[in-house]
């Protein structure tokens, strides 16, 4: 969250390499407690690079499956050790792969993510 200068009343907000880091050490957290979790990235104006004091990071996760419905299950996700709020977006991989490819919010997504995190399989042969 924003810090205030000792010397000052002015917040200074978080920049995108605070925010980046943050982001990777919380996905690499949250993918050891959870091994549904196959990636996470970000989008947004963090990605773009055109966040402003205020903003937040847009994430995204892919899981293997969730008995949750979509819009329930970002409240079971604590994403309070990140420097900013969080809007959290998680897909099952069949939703993430059923995804209108042409929609333009897919587009944005497959322009704008930053993947910061995906799980290796172990390869079967």
């Given amino acids: 969250m924003p ?44 990605a773009r690079g055109d966040w402003g004091v205020g903003g937040d990071v847009d994430l995204i996760v892919i899981v293997r499956h969730s008995a949750a419905p979509f819009e329930r299950r970002a409240v079971e996700w604590d994403t309070s050790p990140l420097p900013v709020p969080a809007d959290l977006l998680i897909y099952t991989q069949e939703e993430w792969e059923a995804l209108d490819r042409g929609s333009r919010f897919y587009q944005t997504l497959a322009r704008e993510t930053i993947w910061v995190y995906e799980r290796m399989e172990p390869s079967s042969g």
């Fill in 3 to 46: 810090v205030k200068s000792l010397r000052s009343s002015v917040l200074k907000w978080p920049d995108r390499a605070a925010v980046d880091q943050a982001v990777r050490m919380w996905a690499e957290q949250v993918a050891r407690e959870r091994l549904e979790v196959l990636r996470i990235g970000y989008f947004g104006s963090y």
